[in-house]
């Protein structure tokens, strides 16, 4: 059982992307790595992941499917046994014993480079006073050997890796912080992709987690600062900041523009935009050209004024 009400959203988001990313890597290669590296902590998660690589077994005849485990755990052998042992031979499960920094060497001695890799990376154990609150920029550099890559990382509390991120060749990235309901420490969880599809995948995961698992989330880019609640149509007023905020800042932009500032810039996703636009609209705080019909993505958007949204 997860420690930690964060520790099951974590959990939940690598088990949803997984589900995301494994058809597409089978389709578009005949190899592809999972790789799971873990700063301390007992893995929990690996489970779920190799039970995950399980379900789509019957995709992977004619394919290889590497999967890399790192972790200081020493009952994880005995823990992925049992699941490893009704695996297709076509899959190869590798549990190394060290922790994170080991990425490296484990992703060259894989062959991963060249053929997609999704890894993920738990630092929240880390060093804090290391590089992205734990995360040598060498292994998200190996993060980032896939063709494609992409890479969810969980990071201590203030930890954040949208720059690390970005230097490692992720252009696109996405953070939040998952803050306890009944108090303790946020955890911030990041995604990296090249793909604007697996962007968009990944924030429907994101507001698609149980609801009652006991975190909010809070949005880096939020002036406020103030949690969400996760559910379905998540509580607009944090995103209607964020658009006011960038009107004032970069002048009128089109819904186009701003619906992709949403969804790269922002926890929320490209059709929360419209939503949080129409908002803004109502409340006066910005305009529209043309002034009538409806919101595409061709329409002109201003602030109306510097104040805050209603």
């Known amino acids: ?3 930690h009400p964060t520790d099951a959203v974590t959990r939940e988001l690598l088990v949803r992307q997984l589900e995301t990313w494994l058809p597409g890597a089978l389709n578009r290669s005949r190899r592809a790595t999972v790789a799971l590296a873990y700063a301390g902590g007992d893995a929990d998660s690996a489970d779920e992941a190799l039970r995950v690589v399980a379900e789509y077994a019957d995709r992977l005849r004619g394919r290889r499917l590497t999967v890399l485990v790192l972790a200081t755990a020493a009952d994880l052998p005995a823990r992925l046994g049992p699941i490893e042992a009704d695996l297709p ?19 060259k ?34 993060a980032a050997v896939g063709r494609p ?9 203030g930890g954040s890796a949208r720059a690390a991120l970005g230097e ?5 990235v996405t953070e ?3 803050v306890p309901v009944d108090g303790g420490p946020a955890t911030t969880v990041a995604f990296g992709t090249g793909s604007d599809r697996s962007l968009e995948a990944f924030k429907e995961a994101l507001w ?4 009652f698992a006991g975190a909010r989330y809070r949005d880096p880019a939020d002036p406020a600062g103030r949690p969400l609640d996760i559910a379905l149509d998540p509580e607009p007023g944090p995103l209607r900041r964020e658009l006011l905020a960038e009107l004032t800042r970069s002048g009128p932009r089109t819904v186009t523009e701003l619906r992709r500032y949403a969804l ?3 926890v929320y996703r490209s059709s929360d935009a419209v939503r949080a636009l129409t908002g803004l609209l109502d409340a006066g705080s910005v305009t529209r050209e043309p002034a009538d019909g409806r919101l595409g993505g061709d329409v002109v958007v201003t602030a109306a004024s510097p104040g805050p949204p209603a």
């Open 168 to 172: 490692a060749g992720f252009p696109l």
């Open 149 to 157: 890559a992409e890479v969810l990382l969980r990071l201590g509390a």
């Open 208 to 211: 698609a987690v149980d609801e």
């Open 109 to 142: 001695a894989a062959g991963a480079a060249g053929a997609p890799v999704f890894s993920f990376v738990d630092a929240a154990g880390a060093d804090p006073a290391l590089p992205a609150a734990g995360v040598d920029p060498a292994v998200l550099a190996a």
């Open 1 to 3: 059982m997860p420690s």
């Open 264 to 266: 790269t810039s922002t």
């Open 89 to 107: 031979a076509e899959v190869a499960v590798h549990v190394v014993p060290g922790e994170a920094d080991r990425l490296p060497v484990g992703v």
């Open 176 to 178: 939040v912080e998952l």
